[in-house]
């Protein structure tokens, strides 16, 4: 038997260690330095090494570096077939075999005997297995480039050892695995003893090896590979030690799910689903773990991939299917939707975590009804016997925080405020699953934040005053109010609207009250960095002349406190970004200098110190270009440049300034965009360019987004006089053309409306029917499925507005036809229906288009009035428009109101307010902000 003298010194040194860890032995010093190996076992005994060599022109690694240590163990007295053995698995020839060996060293023999594969049962190969042979080890060779040696020690090797090694190796290069795992299983196919058939557990290693370091592709193939060799060699057979089992699968999904990043198109997520669904093919029906694991995938592209949420409800509802059958669910769905037959026999139940996934999508999502569908899904767990938790209730509340509609933000504060009473009377009554976290109140507090209800600032300051109620009542000992409470209501004070300066006030009340009941000894009350930047805010937001000023007196105050010991708190980026914020705001002539100061400040101190709280972020850089664009200055967009390329040099320094990333280039393109400079939209476009050619070479970090492309859009509308119109059309239409993959984001219906806002801005004389051109094309595209954009009111009231600002007297009439086209399709659609704008801009075309002593007008004029009035749309802008169409109806509005009469008066701004306030309520319902 060959020994070397490293392999016996690894062994003994294992075996000692372990034995010295059970307390069984003390290792001597000399157990660890053996100067030669042990002698060789008596002649009688047998043996055999068999060593499977890849050829290749470089050793790369010991076997020792391959299986570190069950496999180095040594041989016992088992009676081993020899060369000489008419049962040997191995002829007596000593061909080598392509640079694949299988030898056999015999106690009895000096020398090593090197013999070709045959069967195990000892007959030469037919031609047909000789050639699948050739097959296979020509692939073993152009496979494995690396001549690697894999030594088994007869009967030292069991499944267990071998997975073992199958770890180690993994920990080390994945592919030494999985080259050590094909090798195995090939060895025990062949018949060669002491090799163990590889089960299920073994790929379950390998493939997890993969996942770790990210390769969820070669995972996946390693999964088709046990499917595909248990579908030819066991029938199909589940039961297989090779079978996947349900973990394998679920590590695949997983993975995949986990793999998020640039997944715009979802295509992860999809590859999750079809791993469940592979397992329903196969029989094997995935439990609701896994289900949910899907949806958790959706739920993490939600505000990513625009399918995310309508797939997660999708499997919510195929999973409520099941119930439904059962007896579970009184009626159908919301969708109406009957389960199939293959639903009911392979979706499991839904549970609390599936609901909570599913609402937690939502909150991520842009859905402009996210926070009344988190309710509604409250209702359908109720319905389902499925009892909402603290977790799946805090979840909905983060939706109500996060609403961004009127009227979403109108009920927030009311529903926040319901939803904490339900749980805390669910508390009383037993149920402690409800019992309301402090997570959850100071979500509650959040969401009132976010309302718009006039009374929103003394609710928040209400939740604060009732978690001292419940705590002294007894009700809740064990919940205080915490520091992040109190930055809740400080946060929930400087958005509520109302007087925004008395709310600043109070928000440092809060502050100082904080420092007195800490210093009594209410530790968890002990304000924090983020309490000093919410006191910022405040101000900052305080719309308040002196906004700026009062902000930066809080900060110096920390900065003083701070350096006279006072408080171990010191400002942060946080603080100095807010303070930026509120003289970006403020009407001072040297604001913006005032504002810079302060970045430059910041880069200082960092480049010389490199303390992270003092280091600039992105937000930093956006609040200073935002500023600079917001005073509409005519350096703004060279002021804004200035500070990213200065950004870029700082971050080149590799200090750990921060780079800048898409939000940055965003609102640098913005920025040009509001430029006067004739050369703006070019150098929106090639920022443009910059980004795109950066993200296709791997720069995931300035992805340009559809936020990008409508800035650019926008530039070259704002010079659509000098050809921008149809830049912005050549622009759209090639992005459009692009995959999804290699635009790295979503068409949306705002850039073909702002191609059509540069072309009524051309004034070109075939603009109209351009503009009517895109709108039929993108109706075609939708109702064919070639397209998933649908012009919305904002597509149709653009034509309109193209066609009433047509300058020229050849094409008035067809442009006026054109707009009554636009607006009657409108009308019938179904969806979308005319607003406020819409029908103030059709007054304002039949204004522009149509004789004033043309009779038809005042009819037309008056007819669509009437149904203006009836869809509950008059505002200030359709009583302007009126005016200009109609004097004589807009005259018998003033005096049936009440307003000033005369032909000095006809233009007086108090008469629109006039009409509205004396109008009927139900004529301006549904105007649109």
């Known amino acids: ?16 260690t372990w034995m010295a860890a059970c307390c069984l032995i003390v290792p001597p010093a000399s157990a660890f330095t053996i100067q030669s190996p042990p002698p060789p076992p008596p002649p009688t005994r047998k043996q055999a090494i068999y060593t499977v060599e890849l050829s290749s022109s470089k050793r790369i690694n010991q076997c020792h570096n391959r299986f570190p240590l069950s496999l180095w163990g040594t041989p016992t007295d088992a009676s081993l077939p020899t060369s000489s053995s008419s049962s040997a698995p191995f002829s007596s020839d000593n061909t080598n075999n392509d640079n694949i060996l299988i030898s056999g060293h015999d106690s009895t023999s000096s020398t090593n005997a090197t013999t070709n594969i045959v069967t195990p049962l000892n007959r030469p190969l037919d031609e047909e297995e000789a050639q699948e042979a050739a097959r296979i080890k020509a692939s073993k060779k152009k496979k494995y480039q690396a001549n690697e040696t894999y030594n088994f020690w007869e009967e030292t090797l069991t499944l267990q050892s071998f997975n073992m090694d199958l770890h180690n190796l993994a920990s080390q290069d994945p592919q030494k695995a999985k080259d050590a795992l094909e090798i195995m299983n090939e060895m025990y196919r062949e018949g060669v003893p002491s090799t163990v058939e590889p089960d299920c557990r073994c790929y379950n290693t390998v493939i997890e090896a993969y996942i770790l370091v990210g390769d969820v592709t070669t995972a996946q193939e390693i999964l088709q ?5 248990v579908d030819q060699e066991e029938g199909g057979n589940l039961t297989s030690v090779m079978a996947p089992s349900e973990y394998t699968y679920m590590m695949v999904a997983q993975a995949w799910a986990d793999d998020a990043k640039d997944d715009v198109s979802g295509k992860s997520a999809e590859q999750a689903e079809r791993i469940m669904r592979r397992m329903q093919e196969r029989g094997l029906p995935p439990n609701v773990k896994v289900w949910s694991i899907v949806m958790e995938g959706w739920r993490k592209r ?21 119930l439904e059958t059962q007896g579970g669910v009184d009626g159908n769905d919301e969708t109406g939707d009957s389960p199939t037959t293959t639903t009911v026999a392979t979706a499991p139940p839904p549970n609390i975590i599936t609901y909570t996934s599913y609402i937690a999508g939502l909150s991520r999502s842009k859905d402009r009804c996210l926070a009344r569908k988190a309710d509604a899904t409250l209702v359908r767990m109720e319905r389902v016997g499925v009892k909402p938790d603290v977790a799946a209730y805090t979840s909905v509340l983060n939706c109500w925080a996060k609403a961004n509609n009127r009227k979403e933000r109108e009920l927030s504060a009311a529903r926040a405020l319901r939803i904490l009473d339900e749980m805390e009377k ?3 009554r037993g149920d402690y699953q409800a019992k309301p976290s402090l997570i959850t109140y100071a979500t509650a507090i959040r969401a009132i934040g976010n309302s718009l209800d006039r009374d929103a600032a003394r609710r928040a300051e209400g939740i604060l005053k009732r978690i001292y109620e419940l705590n002294k009542s007894g009700k809740m000992p064990n919940l205080k109010p915490t520091t992040s409470i109190y930055n809740a209501v400080i946060n929930a004070l400087s958005r509520a609207p109302g007087n925004r300066l008395k709310f600043a006030q109070k928000a440092e009340k809060y502050l100082m009250e904080m420092h007195r009941r800490s210093a009594k000894g209410e530790k968890e009350v002990q304000p924090d960095v983020r309490t000093w930047a ?16 009062n902000a930066e007196r809080v900060l110096d105050q920390l900065e003083d406190m701070h350096l006279k010991g006072e408080t171990p708190i010191r400002p942060n980026y946080v603080c100095y970004t807010t303070v930026m914020g509120a003289w970006g705001h403020s009407r001072r002539h040297d604001a913006l200098d005032k504002m810079e100061a302060i970045l430059l400040r910041m880069e200082d101190h960092f480049t010389k110190t490199q303390e992270a709280d003092m280091r600039p972020n992105t937000v930093s850089y956006v609040t200073a270009i935002d500023a600079f664009v917001r005073r509409n200055d005519r350096n703004a967009a060279k002021r804004a440049q200035a500070t990213v390329d200065r950004m870029m040099k700082l971050s080149s320094m590799k200090l750990g300034h921060v780079r800048p990333t898409r939000i940055v280039f965003n609102t640098l393109i913005h920025a040009w965009s509001k430029s006067k400079e004739s050369e703006a939209a070019q150098r929106a476009e090639e920022i443009f360019k910059w980004m795109e050619a950066q993200y296709q070479a791997g720069d995931y970090l300035v992805r340009p987004d559809d936020v990008s492309l409508c800035a650019v859009l926008n530039a070259w509308a704002n010079q659509a006089d000098s050809n921008g119109a149809y830049r912005a059309q050549q622009i759209f239409d090639h992005m459009q053309s692009l995959s999804l993959e290699q635009r790295g984001f979503h068409i949306s219906i705002m850039m073909p409306n702002i191609v059509i806002k540069a072309i009524a801005r051309s004034g070109d004389v075939d603009a109209v029917s351009r ?7 993108l109706e075609n595209d939708f109702l064919f499925d070639r397209s998933t954009l649908r012009p919305d009111v904002t597509t149709y009231s653009s034509v309109i507005n193209c066609c009433a600002y047509f300058r020229h007297n050849a094409g008035k009439a067809e442009a006026l036809e054109v707009a009554l086209r636009t607006f ?20 304002k075309a039949i204004s522009n288009l149509m004789p004033q002593e043309d009779e038809q007008r005042e009819t037309l004029t008056r007819s669509l009035f009437d149904k203006c009035c009836e869809e509950g749309l008059v505002d200030p802008f359709v009583l302007s428009q009126i005016r200009a169409a109609s004097p004589q109806l807009f005259e018998e509005l003033i005096e049936e109101t009440g307003g ?3 032909p000095k008066s006809f233009m007086d701004p108090s008469n629109i307010e006039q009409i509205l306030d004396n109008i009927p309520t139900e004529w301006s319902a549904y105007v649109l902000d």
């Open 534 to 549: 919410a006191v910022l805010r405040s101000w900052a937001m305080s719309r308040a002349p002196d906004a700026a000023e």
């Open 1 to 16: 038997m060959e020994y070397h003298t490293r392999d016996c010194r690894f062994l003994t040194r294992t075996l000692v």
């Open 225 to 229: 590979s046990m499917e595909d060799r």
């Open 302 to 322: 939600s505000g990513i991939a625009r399918i995310a949420m309508k797939r997660a409800e999708d499997l919510l509802q195929e999973m409520e299917a099941v």
């Open 771 to 777: 503009a009517e051109d895109i709108l039929i094309r």
């Open 426 to 428: 669910r508390y009383a």
């Open 900 to 902: 000033k009469r005369g």
């Open 824 to 843: 009657r399709k409108l009308c019938d659609m179904d969806g979308d229906k005319p607003n406020n704008i819409t029908f103030g801009t059709l007054f």
